[in-house]
């Protein structure tokens, strides 16, 4: 089982960026999938998840209104459309599967990514 994030990246303050979450040895549609992040020196926190069918989708308060999480089944593959970024958002962005159910803590999720560096400059 590996998840594979891609498309982080430098950006400037304002500005977008998609992270993509490709899934091997796994079905995606079984899995409810998240995003978390993880600044240096600061624990692992939630950003957003999607359950299998996107029929529930919860996000952050910080990300709230510039975040969106989507996935494609027929890919295998999860996305995190950021916009309007800021520098308080540069962190690794991880992306977690889990077969249990949708969970905001870093303890709900069975699979990880190796993560994907994301910088915003001011």
């Known amino acids: 089982v590996q998840l594979v994030e891609s498309g982080g990246g430098l950006v400037q303050a304002g500005g977008s960026l998609t992270l993509s979450c490709a899934a091997s040895g796994l079905s995606l549609e079984d899995y409810a999938i998240a995003w978390f992040r993880q600044a240096p020196g600061k624990e692992r926190e939630f950003v957003a998840l999607?359950?299998?069918?996107?029929?529930?989708?919860y996000y952050a308060d910080s990300v709230k209104g510039r975040f969106t999480i989507s996935r494609d089944n027929a890919k295998n593959t999860v996305y995190l459309q950021m916009n309007s970024l800021n520098p308080e958002d540069t962190a690794t962005y991880y992306c977690?599967?889990?077969?249990?159910?949708?969970?905001?803590?870093?303890?709900?999720?069975?699979?990880w990514g190796q993560g994907t560096q994301v910088t915003v400059s001011s």
């Open positions: 999607i359950n299998w069918s996107s029929s529930t989708i």
């Open positions: 977690a599967a889990t077969w249990r159910g949708i969970s905001t803590v870093v303890a709900g999720y069975e699979y």
